[in-house]
């Protein structure tokens, strides 16, 4: 039984960073899903799939798993990179670059 702990990205449709500075356990599947044969649906019999934990520590989140005797790997976030740039930017006198209208 192995895990997996990470940081989960930010949601592109959101500006806000929510559930984004909790840490989640996700189970790996431990068998490939299936086709139904009578509707066509995937599915899977691997119940620990469902399971999603959060924790508010990368610390918490490794405690747990090594009390559960769970083989966790630990994904490590991207730092975001982010450029604060203002409108008023635009007008300011040494901008770089050519201002066209």
Do not use: C
């Not at 500006?15 to 189970?27: H, T």
């Not at 520590?57 to 798993?65: G, N, P």
């Not at 005797?69 to 604060?84: H, I, Q, S, Y």
């Amino acid at each position: 039984m192995s895990a997996r702990i990470y940081r989960p990205a930010k949601s592109a449709t959101q500006s806000g960073a929510a559930k984004s500075r909790r840490w989640l356990l996700e189970f790996e599947p431990e068998k490939a899903r299936e086709i139904e044969p009578l509707m066509g649906w995937t599915s899977s019999s691997d119940m620990k799939a469902q399971v999603k934990l959060w924790f508010a520590t990368k610390e918490e989140a490794l405690d747990y798993a090594a009390r559960q005797g769970v083989e966790a790997r630990v994904e490590e976030p991207n730092a975001a990179t982010r450029k604060t740039v203002s409108y008023s930017d635009n007008f300011r006198p040494g901008r770089i670059g050519q201002w066209t209208h």
